[in-house]
T-cell receptor, first 116, second 111 residues
C-alpha cells in the first residue's frame, strides 16, 4: 500500500518569491508520483508527473519537482510565484510499473496563499 | 474536445434518501475512477473501472455505496440511505494511460 504526507497545510508567500511545497511518500513497490492543483471552485488539474527517467520533472505554469528515492520525497518548487498561483496543491502516488492500476492516493493538500 | 462532465453539480438531499451521481468520461478513455473529497478525510479513492474487467471496489466506505459503468462509458455512483457523513464533493476521473482527467465534481449535501 502507498501513503502520502504533505508536510505543510498552508504556505503563505509574497508574490515573486520562490516557493517549495513538500511531499513525502511511502510505498513497498515502485511508484508514479503526481502533483495536482485545484483552483477555487474548480476541478483538479495535473501540474506534473514522474513515471521514470530523469528525476527532475517540469510541469505547467513554471512548476517543477524532483523525485528523491532515498528520501522518498517529491517536493514541488517554483522560482517566482504569481497571485494567480493561489490554490490548493495535492501530491499523489500510485503503484508503478506492472503493479499500476492508476488508483491515486492523495496527500491532505497544501494551500498556497500568494500575497501582493 | 469535451472533458469529463458530472451531473448534477450540486445535490441537496434529506438523510435516508437515495442519490445517483452521474459521470460522463472523455470519449475513448478506458479507465474511470470515483473519488470523494471531504473536509475531514481529504481526497479518497472510491472505485475504479478498467475496460471490461471487474471493478476495484476497495475504496467504497460501506455497502450503501455502489457504482456501475454502462457500455464502457457513462458511470453512475449510487448512495443508498444517505447519511450526513456522506456530505462531500464526489469527483470522477477518466484516463487512457497514466494521466487522470478530473471532472468538476458533484457537491452532495445531506441534511
Amino acid at each position: 500500500a502507498q501513503s502520502v504526507t504533505q508536510l505543510d497545510s498552508q504556505v503563505p508567500v509574497f508574490e515573486e518569491a520562490p516557493v517549495e511545497l513538500r511531499c513525502n511518500y511511502s510505498s513497498s513497490v515502485s511508484v508514479y508520483l503526481f502533483w495536482y492543483v485545484q483552483y477555487p471552485n474548480q476541478g483538479l488539474q495535473l501540474l506534473l508527473k514522474y513515471l521514470s527517467g530523469s528525476t527532475l520533472v517540469k510541469g505547467i505554469n513554471g512548476f517543477e519537482a524532483e523525485f528523491n528515492k532515498s528520501q522518498t520525497s517529491f517536493h514541488l518548487r517554483k522560482p517566482s510565484v504569481h497571485i494567480s498561483d493561489t490554490a490548493e496543491y495535492f501530491c499523489a502516488v500510485s503503484a508503478g510499473g506492472s503493479s499500476n492500476t492508476g488508483k491515486l492516493i492523495f496527500g491532505q493538500g497544501t494551500t498556497l496563499q500568494v500575497k501582493p | 474536445g469535451a472533458g469529463v462532465s458530472q451531473s448534477p453539480s450540486n445535490k441537496v438531499t434529506e438523510k435516508g434518501k437515495d442519490v445517483e451521481l452521474r459521470c460522463d468520461p472523455i470519449s475513448g478513455h478506458t479507465a474511470l475512477y470515483w473519488y470523494r473529497q471531504s473536509l475531514g478525510q481529504g481526497l479518497e479513492f472510491l472505485i475504479y473501472f478498467q475496460g471490461n474487467s471487474a471493478p476495484d471496489k476497495s475504496g467504497l466506505p460501506s455497502d450503501r455505496f455502489s457504482a456501475e459503468r454502462t457500455g464502457g462509458s457513462v458511470s453512475t455512483l449510487t448512495i443508498q440511505r444517505t447519511q450526513q457523513e456522506d456530505s462531500a464533493v464526489y469527483l470522477c476521473a477518466s484516463s487512457l494511460a497514466t494521466e487522470q482527467f478530473f471532472g468538476p465534481g458533484t457537491r452532495l449535501t445531506v441534511l
